[in-house]
């Protein structure tokens, strides 16, 4: 069996085993694995994932990408003192430490021409509210692709396409990303016609900035990055991961106030166990978002 030297791997076959020799790719069909065996042998083996697919079905189409050694983000936003705190605690500012992801935050008043630093202006349309300036816009993105290939560019905004645990899945298996906050009523039309690739919105509702979904947006890739999280496996049971919510947790005392855990969860059974969380997940699914099951 030949190792296959290449970066992302479209898999066909319906069923297989993946085995890893100094970060190349060798494919073997077995029929024994399903799923989630080959996502936590991909984890385990160091390697970020792209799930487009029933986690609980026999694979038929599937996509894994090679992780390289770390990942950049790129945040270019009006407000970087909004951003310093949730990027530096937790999970993300571990994985910073480890060198697993580089973060760096851009002022865009920093590529402003005059000298008050200005990046707003009024819209031609008359109305309310002001519009981001395209020109320090393209003189921030310049300047950083000058040094860096891209592999996206992403546009926060309430109307961009709404963003998802597979859409999370899809960008960390990227290598650089850069992320432009919108401000203000808007931006430049002009910047969404022609700079950036992608446009991303974390709900149907309006903030006063993308700041905050920016680091929505680093939470959710950074923590899928292999070495993020201590337990890596846990990345893998996540709600939204396979189209489902996470079935309920539980931990001890076994009962508090005459509120008991589920004997099962007491059993030992794993499969058992496995059985009544898959279940519970489907059940849970059923009543709060049924939408998910209908994907």
């Known amino acids: 069996m030949q190792p296959l030297n290449l970066k992302c791997v479209i898999l066909l076959s319906p069923v297989f085993s993946v085995l890893t020799t100094n970060n190349t790719l060798c494919f073997q069909s077995l029929y024994q694995y399903n799923l989630h065996a080959i996502m936590t042998l991909l984890l385990i083996s160091n390697m970020s994932f792209c799930p487009f697919f029933d986690f609980h079905k026999p694979v038929e189409t599937a996509i894994f990408a090679m992780n390289s050694t770390h990942m950049r983000i790129d945040i270019i936003t009006a407000l970087p003192e909004l951003l310093t705190g949730p990027l530096d605690h937790s999970i993300i500012k571990r994985a910073q430490q480890k060198?697993?992801?580089?973060?760096?935050?851009?002022?865009?008043?920093?590529?402003?021409?005059?000298?008050?630093?200005?990046?707003?202006?009024?819209?031609?349309?008359?109305?309310?509210?002001?519009?981001?300036?395209i020109e320090p816009i393209d003189r921030a993105l310049a300047d950083l692709k000058s040094r860096i290939n891209y592999d996206e560019i992403i546009f926060t905004s309430p109307d961009g396409e709404l963003f998802t645990q597979r859409m999370a899945n899809q960008l960390s298996c990227t290598e650089n990303i850069i992320i432009l906050c919108g401000h203000y009523k808007g931006v430049d039309q002009r910047v969404r016609d022609h700079l950036v690739t992608r446009?991303?919105?974390?709900g149907d509702y309006v903030l006063t900035?993308?700041?905050?979904?920016?680091?929505?947006?680093?939470?959710?890739?950074?923590?899928?990055?292999?070495?993020?999280?201590?337990?890596?496996?846990?990345?893998?049971?996540?709600?939204?991961?396979?189209?489902?919510?996470?079935?309920?947790?539980?931990?001890?005392?076994?009962?508090?106030?005459?509120?008991k855990v589920p004997d099962i969860l007491l059993s030992g059974n794993d499969k058992e166990i496995e059985n009544w969380k898959m279940d519970q997940a489907i059940e849970r699914t059923r009543l709060l978002r049924p939408d998910l099951l209908q994907e």
């Open 99 to 133: 060198g697993i992801v580089e973060i760096h935050i851009h002022n865009l008043r920093d590529y402003a021409f005059d000298k008050h630093k200005t990046i707003d202006d009024y819209p031609f349309s008359g109305g309310g509210g002001m519009v981001m300036m």
């Open 209 to 259: 900035g993308g700041e905050l979904a920016a680091a929505i947006l680093a939470d959710a890739i950074v923590r899928l990055l292999p070495g993020a999280i201590s337990d890596e496996e846990s990345a893998l049971t996540d709600s939204f991961q396979d189209n489902l919510l996470a079935p309920p947790l539980y931990t001890r005392p076994k009962e508090y106030k005459g509120w």
């Open 199 to 202: 446009e991303i919105s974390i």
